[in-house]
């Protein structure tokens, strides 16, 4: 526009004194800026470098370590924020599989669909396995739950993690409960729920199978909770010279406090064991 008007009419226009513009015009940048522009060459270079998986705190000490510039991570965060740098997503990409929620035969198919909240005892019962460590070696707890009370309605704890471990645990279940017909026996894709040995007993048993889709935990995330549940009140909080010691550990948490008196939120504050007594 310097070009087409004269600078006196455009500074006018702008309400800018011609002194302001000039000193504008030939300001030299400041070393502040001038080490901007070094950092916001550099941030890139790291960024890149690491897959864009380093934060304003790493890339400050990368900064220091292979640039020898030394600066606060408040500093660090706003450069890196003014350069709007593509972000790593930290979202895990779904797999291509055949999994199906249909009732295909012979389909992995999930019939639960996250549908946690059941009206009545045993139409749905989840399992999983979870590890614990005694003696310095690790066990294997394999947990059944029925969805309608989170009630813990049969577990086992052993030296492998297989299918005959989850095979006798659904067999005690069916002895404490009395029924198995039409009951949806919900589990991951895990290989002892998956093998022919446990689809052929839950077919003898009348029970139908469901499967959460493969890279889904929260299509189980109830067992997940028990779990959870179970390591932080428990098993965390102390350590096991024996298998016997922390089996009896387990059979006081799941029998002695968690079925019969924790207060579960999904039971209004009831214990599972109150929840199957007063429906």
Same mark, same amino acid.
């Given at each position: ?40 060459? =550099? ?61 295909? *035969? ?27 460590? =005694? ?37 005690? *279940? ?46 189980? *995330? ?58």
């Amino acid at each position: 526009m310097s070009r087409e008007h004269k600078i006196s009419t455009l500074c006018h226009v702008l309400g800018v004194c011609r002194s302001t513009y000039y000193k504008f015009l030939n300001r030299q940048k400041s070393n502040r800026e001038i080490e901007n522009i070094r950092i916001r060459k =550099a941030i890139p270079e790291i960024y890149s470098k690491s897959d864009k998986r380093l934060g304003p705190d790493k890339v400050r000490v990368c900064l220091a370590r292979d640039h020898r510039i030394t600066i606060s991570r408040g500093r660090v965060y706003r450069l890196m924020k003014s350069m709007d740098l593509p972000k790593m997503s930290t979202r895990k990409p779904p797999k291509p599989s055949g999994f199906k929620n249909g009732s295909d *035969a012979g389909e992995r198919v999930n019939h639960l669909k996250q549908q946690f909240d059941q009206p009545a005892p045993n139409r749905v019962w989840v399992c999983d396995f979870t590890y614990l460590k =005694a003696a310095g070696r690790f066990y294997y707890l394999c947990a059944i739950m029925d969805l309608f009370s989170r009630k813990i309605i049969a577990y086992r704890l052993s030296t492998h993690i297989d299918t005959e471990l989850a095979i006798m645990t659904l067999d005690d *279940a069916v002895a404490a409960r009395g029924v198995s017909n039409g009951i949806i026996f919900h589990t991951d894709c895990g290989s002892q729920f998956t093998a022919r040995e446990f689809k052929k007993h839950l077919d003898q048993l009348g029970m139908i199978q469901s499967f959460s889709k493969k890279g889904h935990p929260y299509d189980n *995330a109830v067992m997940e909770c028990f779990f959870k549940y179970l390591k932080s009140e428990e098993t965390n909080r102390r350590s096991y010279a024996s298998f016997d010691e922390l089996k009896l550990s387990i059979f006081k948490y799941i029998i002695g406090f968690y079925n019969s008196s924790r207060p579960h939120s999904h039971n209004n504050g009831l214990s599972p064991v109150q929840a199957e007594a007063f429906p």
